[in-house]
């Protein structure tokens, strides 16, 4: 049995194949419709979502399975103090597949060692999201065409944001990448990002403040929100937030076939009026999610 915890759970040809059964349920939506039949997904939320839980849930809804789970850890018996090694082991018996989200890093693989059914991490504190990471693997390539010759300007909380660490990690794999890691100081990229990711596999990269420096150079920009929930200190966030705003005037100099990224939700880092724009994905991004998700699900469950 499989579970997917991190996204280095998978190797590069299982990353590419995801990836085309996901465009090929994007062109062929009815071949798939009843392929999970009889199966049931269970979401178990510990933590906020919109986009994860519920594009996990109409995916398999999509798939013609079922799904059954709680939004947050207050509707469930963890507000009695049950552990996840005892949920997940219940719910082996409800259900043949979990996603779980869980604010503490490391639950989602708690859980795998505990569960007769296979484990999706669906984010973990500010460790891993690696569901994420596959849908903006399938942005790029359904936008880009490619997945390697590329230069990425990831920008805003490079410190907590669980995604970027997870799309440095997975793209790092690919051939001619670059990175622009646009932050302020305070949030910049972990050390060990730089050295057991980036360093390692050679990839050069820039860290910087100033979002408009290397902005003709990008073929992405991928912004992302100062993660509030992450900050000990109110005062800091506040003072971080909408450190970058991104606008139609910072685009000026951009390429004309940019790819404006965002794994969403939305603050303020991207004014209103990059939306209308036709190269911001970040609405896009979303529902390939629901597609990726489709793929890994029929993955796991060994459905072909
Ligand atoms: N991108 C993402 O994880 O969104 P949600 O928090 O809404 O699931």
Same mark, same amino acid.
Request: net charge negative.
């Given at each position: 049995?499989k579970?997917?915890?991190?996204?280095?759970?998978?190797?590069?040809?299982?990353?590419?194949g995801?990836?085309?059964v996901a465009?090929?349920i994007? @062109?062929?939506?009815?071949k798939?419709s009843?392929? +999970?039949e009889?199966?049931?997904l269970?979401?178990?939320?510990?933590?906020?979502?919109?986009?994860?839980?519920l594009s996990?849930?109409? @995916?398999?809804? *999509?798939?013609?399975? $079922?799904?059954?789970?709680?939004s947050?850890?207050?509707s469930?018996? @963890?507000?009695?103090g049950e552990?996840v090694?005892?949920?997940?082991r219940?719910?082996?018996?409800y259900a043949?597949?979990?996603?779980m989200?869980?604010?503490?890093?490391? @639950?989602?693989?708690?859980a795998?060692?505990?569960?007769e059914?296979?484990?999706?991490?669906?984010?973990d504190?500010?460790?891993?999201?690696?569901?994420?990471?596959?849908?903006?693997?399938?942005?790029?390539?359904?936008?880009k065409?490619?997945?390697?010759d =590329?230069?990425?300007?990831?920008?805003? /909380?490079?410190?907590?944001?669980?995604?970027?660490?997870s799309?440095i990690?997975?793209m790092?794999?690919?051939? $001619?990448?670059k990175?622009? =890691?646009i932050?302020? $100081?305070e =949030?910049?990229i972990?050390?060990y990002?730089?050295k /057991?990711v980036l360093?390692?596999?050679n990839?050069?990269?820039i860290?910087?403040q /100033?979002?408009?420096?290397?902005?003709?150079?990008?073929?992405?920009?991928?912004m992302?929100?100062?993660?509030?929930?992450?900050?000990?200190?109110?005062?800091?966030?506040i003072r971080?937030k909408?450190?970058?705003i991104l606008?139609?005037?910072?685009?000026?100099?951009?390429? *004309?076939?940019l +790819?404006?990224?965002?794994?969403?939700p939305?603050? $303020?880092?991207i004014?209103?009026?990059?939306?209308? /724009?036709?190269?911001?994905?970040y609405f896009?991004?979303?529902?390939?999610?629901?597609?990726i998700r489709?793929?890994l699900?029929?993955?796991l469950?060994?459905i072909?």
């Amino acid at each position: 049995m499989k579970h997917l915890i991190d996204i280095k759970d998978l190797s590069t040809e299982e990353i590419d194949g995801l990836i085309e059964v996901a465009k090929d349920i994007i @062109a062929n939506k009815e071949k798939y419709s009843k392929k +999970c039949e009889g199966k049931k997904l269970a979401t178990l939320f510990y933590e906020p979502s919109t986009r994860t839980r519920l594009s996990f849930e109409s @995916a398999m809804m *999509e798939l013609g399975g $079922n799904v059954l789970g709680f939004s947050s850890a207050n509707s469930s018996s @963890a507000a009695k103090g049950e552990s996840v090694a005892d949920t997940v082991r219940v719910i082996g018996g409800y259900a043949d597949i979990i996603a779980m989200r869980h604010p503490k890093e490391g @639950a989602p693989l708690v859980a795998a060692m505990k569960s007769e059914v296979p484990i999706i991490n669906a984010g973990d504190g500010g460790h891993n999201h690696p569901t994420q990471t596959l849908t903006d693997l399938l942005t790029i390539q359904c936008e880009k065409h490619r997945l390697s010759d =590329l230069t990425i300007g990831v920008c805003g /909380d490079l410190k907590f944001g669980r995604t970027v660490h997870s799309l440095i990690t997975a793209m790092s794999r690919y051939t $001619n990448i670059k990175f622009v =890691l646009i932050s302020p $100081n305070e =949030l910049k990229i972990p050390d060990y990002i730089k050295k /057991d990711v980036l360093e390692k596999n050679n990839i050069e990269y820039i860290e910087t403040q /100033d979002i408009e420096e290397y902005m003709s150079d990008l073929d992405i920009l991928y912004m992302t929100r100062v993660q509030k929930e992450r900050f000990f200190n109110e005062d800091d966030y506040i003072r971080l937030k909408d450190y970058y705003i991104l606008n139609k005037e910072k685009l000026e100099k951009a390429k *004309e076939d940019l +790819c404006i990224m965002h794994p969403l939700p939305r603050v $303020n880092e991207i004014s209103t009026d990059v939306d209308d /724009d036709k190269r911001a994905c970040y609405f896009k991004q979303a529902k390939y999610g629901k597609y990726i998700r489709m793929a890994l699900i029929l993955k796991l469950l060994e459905i072909n």
